[in-house]
Nanobody, 127 residues
Framework: QVQLVESGGGLVQPGGSLRLSCTAS????????IGWFRQAPGKEREGRDG???????????TYADPVKGRFTISRDKDKNTVYLHMNNLKPEDTAVYYC?????????????????WGEGTLVTVSS
């Protein structure tokens, strides 16, 4: 059974940093995309926004425009873990962040044809 387990969310002040982790288990596909969506407070599930994505085959990364230059996605293949390093956080980054797997990364910072979702981790940016 595939599991995606996120961690690292919390409360941080504007301008601060956080690192989210997503550890995958039970995943048997060889080539896939893994990345992050986020759902801001008050938004419906259908309004989740892509954040960032990384390809398992060659490590190519993509980012949504609002996070370019501030967020970095990386992976540790030995640990089956993907990280989202978030710097210079803004109040509008407040959201539940979901780790997902999909078929490939779009140019807009999210995996397409999503296979699996994690349960999410809450990031709150507030003073």
């Amino acid at each position: 059974q595939v599991q995606l387990v996120e961690s690292g969310g919390g409360l941080v002040q504007p301008g601060g940093s956080l690192r989210l982790s997503c550890t995958a288990s039970g995943f048997t596909k060889d080539n896939y995309a893994i990345g992050w969506f986020r759902q801001a407070p008050g938004k419906e599930r259908e309004g989740r926004d892509g954040v960032s994505c990384i390809s398992s085959s060659d490590g190519t990364t993509t980012y949504a425009d609002p996070v370019k230059g501030r967020f970095t996605i990386s992976r540790d293949k030995d640990k089956n873990t993907v990280y989202l390093h978030m710097n210079n956080l803004k109040p509008e980054d407040t959201a539940v962040y979901y780790c997902v797997t999909g078929t490939y990364c779009t140019d807009f910072g999210f995996p397409t044809a999503v296979h699996y979702w994690g349960e999410g981790t809450l990031v709150t940016v507030s003073s």
